[in-house]
């Protein structure tokens, strides 16, 4: 009987291995999973998670010379469909799956990829209305960013050039598709803004496919348009198209025509609203004018005859002046009746009117002697008569009963 040679762990790992992986059926593998446990490696930028279904699970690791190529952020719970092979990690003696593509089961990768970013920038208020600000009414220089080549900027050129040629183009060359596009964009917005050469900005391209506009769906790029100091207008591809950039500008146009047509007043309609404004100016002066004349000649007319104009006022002032006279006469020849009357009355109604009737008026101690019940024999009577004052004492008082 012969005895099994004895291996080291390592030798039965690195075996294990090879036997994986000269197994062409585990190499350019389909598999279709959830993630979880998913972990981006801060240093290596690699991506560890495990693919699961309802039975079963399967680490899995993608490095990062894959992951970059991943348009999208994978996540916990997302169904994805990875292609890579079979192996074995030999210090742990695991078997992992080495992923070298990913896509998002159902939506496309750069759908799902719009979407996160459209999230995340939301999120943080990058697209929030409150922070739009309005384009100049009358901008006299225009910013342009986009390719030399398009024929979107010789589009743009021409509605310029003809809706409002006072303005003055200020063009930024830039690479609107592939690699390092949304980074050459991106730099013609910040030279534009260091230089402050213009009022406007407009970035855009001519349409394509997503994945030809997908440099504007950029994070960086959406972050440098929205910390512009001059207003961006967006307007990228047709009008069907959105994209992140449209989002984040403060304006989005529908095509690169359009935002030409925004940005940029009608020369001619400008000119008609100023021959309105011109003549409805003249035409107020006009009035003004002819209100004043009138008012000039009436001035005139009353500076000619102004001796009959004295004489008409200084008859009025008579006329008043002996109207207030008769009628404060009557009111006074009124109260002057009413005092005599009143007057009589008093008079009447004295003490001393009754003592010239031969009656007198008998006073003891200040006061008035009505009754005999109010004096004492040997009290001091004061008697006043029509013409003086009489002086006695009582001697008795007799009370007369009738």
Not at 157 to 172: E, N
Not at 245 to 265: H, I
Not at 272 to 284: E, G, H, K, T
Request: glycine share 6%.
């Amino acid at each position: 009987m012969i005895k099994p040679s004895v291996i080291s762990v390592s030798q039965l790992n690195k075996y294990v291995k090879s036997i994986l992986e000269s197994d062409h059926l585990l190499s350019g593998l389909l598999v279709k999973g959830e993630i979880s446990n998913f972990v981006r490696h801060y240093k290596s930028g690699h991506l560890y998670f495990t693919l699961k279904d309802e039975n079963a699970a399967v680490k899995a690791v993608m490095f990062r010379s894959y992951a970059d190529s991943v348009p999208f952020q994978p996540e916990n719970g997302m169904s994805v469909i990875v292609s890579g092979s079979v192996s074995l990690y030999e210090r742990d003696g695991s078997y992992q799956f080495y992923v070298t593509d990913m896509q998002p089961d159902g939506a496309g990768s750069l759908h799902l990829a719009f979407e996160q970013i459209k999230e995340k920038l939301s999120r943080e208020g990058l697209f929030d209305p409150q922070r739009k600000r309005p384009l100049p009414a009358f901008p006299e220089r225009i910013g342009i960013v986009t390719s030399e080549g398009a024929a979107a900027l010789q589009d743009m050129l021409h509605i310029l050039s003809r809706r409002y040629p006072v303005a003055t183009v200020v063009f930024y060359p830039a690479q609107v598709q592939g690699e390092g596009a949304a980074a050459t964009v991106a730099a013609g917005i910040r030279a534009l803004n260091v230089r402050k050469a213009c009022d406007v900005i407009i970035i855009g391209r001519g349409g394509g496919s997503i994945e030809d506009l997908w440099a504007f769906n950029d994070e960086s790029l959406a972050r440098t348009i929205a910390a512009s100091e001059i207003p961006v207008v967006s307007a990228v591809g047709h009008e069907t198209d959105f994209t992140i950039a449209d989002f984040a500008a403060d304006l989005r146009a529908p095509t690169p025509s359009a935002a030409a047509e925004l940005v940029a007043p009608n020369i001619k309609d400008l000119q008609v609203y100023l021959d309105d404004l011109q003549n409805r100016a003249l035409s107020a002066m006009k009035n003004r004018l002819e209100r004043l004349g009138l008012r000039i000649a009436a001035a005139r007319s009353a500076m000619a005859v102004p001796q009959a104009a004295v004489l008409r006022q200084e008859r009025k002032l008579e006329f008043l002046r002996l109207l207030i006279q008769n009628v404060m006469e009557q009111k006074l020849g009124t109260l002057s009746w009413t005092l005599r009357r009143l007057g009589d009355l008093v008079e009447e109604r004295s003490p001393l009117w009754i003592l010239k009737r031969g009656y007198s008026l008998t006073q003891s101690s200040g006061k008035i002697v009505s009754s005999v019940n109010q004096v004492c024999p040997g009290d001091l009577l004061s008697i006043r008569v029509t013409d003086g004052e009489i002086c006695s004492s009582v001697v008795s008082c007799k009370e007369i009963t009738e």
